[in-house]
């Protein structure tokens, strides 16, 4: 009788264990794509993502690790089970679900296109962008609009690794203009960019929808996620959050 009770002790130990770790989720962010994901000096990760991952794993009562990996591998780290999500505002594009599965969206937004203060550049059309230096972080929706649009209508599409470097090259003269995430690029225009450079405008027809990567086949996570960024949006946390980054909606 005390080793069933025993063994049976032990069963319901290994069976809560096993829960517990299942029911731990491991996300990645970029870490460098502020004010959405970046690194704080004390090696933090912070952003309007970091935050909505936290509000979502408590939503979900899940237990759950964020890490930073750099944006060229962040879907190969993902497809070699590194972590189970991707929460670093990435566009839901058909060419990724080709490779990833979805969830809803958490956020919309246009690409925008930024510009030294003294830019002779009027517009932001193919035209306009002829003969130009066009810069974008590599992987991204922008690069593909700068590869696959303005590059062909005969603009110079030049790419980088982090959206921090783009900008910098901006700043320093490097090329004619920047085609970025809008909410992004507004974001840095209000701080560091002040100085340098100015919105030019909206790309019309570019607005696309971030939402959280996970692997192919995996349904009951996509649906716990879902389930979460609705339950966040309906009790006012959604708003909260975004709030703290941006004065208008982002949903």
Not at 26 to 32: K, L, N, Q, S
């Amino acid at each position: 009788m005390r080793k069933t009770i025993f063994l049976a002790a032990a069963a319901l130990l290994a069976a809560t264990h096993l829960a517990s770790a299942e029911d731990t989720i491991r996300i990645a962010t970029e870490g460098a794509y502020p004010p959405f994901n970046y690194v704080e000096s004390d090696g933090s990760l912070k952003g309007l993502d970091v935050d909505m991952a936290n509000a979502l794993c408590e939503e979900m009562k899940a237990k759950c690790t964020i890490v930073a990996q750099d944006w060229d591998g962040i879907i190969p780290g993902l497809l070699a089970k590194k972590y189970d999500a991707i929460i670093a505002s990435m566009s839901i594009t058909e060419e990724r679900k080709k490779q990833i599965d979805f969830t809803n969206k958490y956020y919309t937004t246009p690409l925008a296109i930024a510009v030294p203060k003294d830019s002779p550049l009027k517009g932001v059309t193919v035209d306009d962008m002829k003969g130009k230096v066009v810069g974008a972080q590599a992987s991204t929706t922008q690069a593909d609009y700068a590869n696959d649009v303005y590059a062909k209508g005969g603009a110079e599409a030049k790419m980088y690794p982090t959206q921090d470097e783009a900008v910098a090259d901006l700043q320093n003269g490097r090329m004619d203009a920047l085609i970025s995430d809008k909410f992004v690029v507004v974001d840095w225009l209000n701080k560091a960019g002040k100085d340098c450079c100015k919105l030019l405008g909206d790309v019309p027809g570019t607005e696309t929808q971030a939402g959280i990567g996970i692997r192919q086949g995996e349904t009951e996570l996509k649906e716990r996620f879902n389930k979460a960024i609705d339950a966040l949006v309906a009790n006012g946390k959604y708003q909260q959050i975004t709030k703290k980054y941006f004065p208008f909606d982002i949903y």
